[in-house]
Nanobody, 130 residues
């Protein structure tokens, strides 16, 4: 069974940091590109960041550029999202998703078409207090 499990969410004060992890089980992340999405209360799910399968090519939505960093550790079969300088508007459930295919070997997948993603995690709650 292919699974992604997110962890690392929690409650943090504005300006604080969290590191989210996305661990794969039942398959290797080596040939998968990964994206983080988030769903803010009462809003649509939106893309946050993505990373290519190889080469560490990354993409970020404008609101998190300079604050969030995505990284991929194939040896640990895990992807991370380091979130610094958190703001109350970052409060959301964060999901990771995996996209398989050579298209994403050296370019990060887009956020606009969720059908590109083959495996989704269950999400982890991040709450940033003001």
């Amino acid at each position: 069974q292919l699974q992604l499990v997110e962890s690392g969410g929690g409650l943090v004060h504005s300006g604080g940091s969290l590191r989210l992890s996305c661990a794969a089980s039942g398959f290797s992340l080596e040939h998968y590109a990964i994206a983080w999405f988030r769903q803010l209360p009462g809003k649509w799910r939106e893309g946050v960041s993505s990373i290519s399968s190889f080469g560490g090519i990354t993409s970020y939505t404008d609101s998190v550029k300079g604050r969030f960093t995505i990284s991929k550790d194939n040896a640990k079969n895990t992807v991370y999202l380091q979130m610094n300088s958190l703001k109350p508007e970052d409060t959301a459930v964060y999901y990771c998703a995996a996209a398989y295919g050579s298209t994403w070997y050296y370019q990060p997948p887009s956020f606009t078409d969720e059908s590109e993603y083959d495996v989704w995690g269950q999400g982890t709650q991040v709450t940033v207090s003001s």
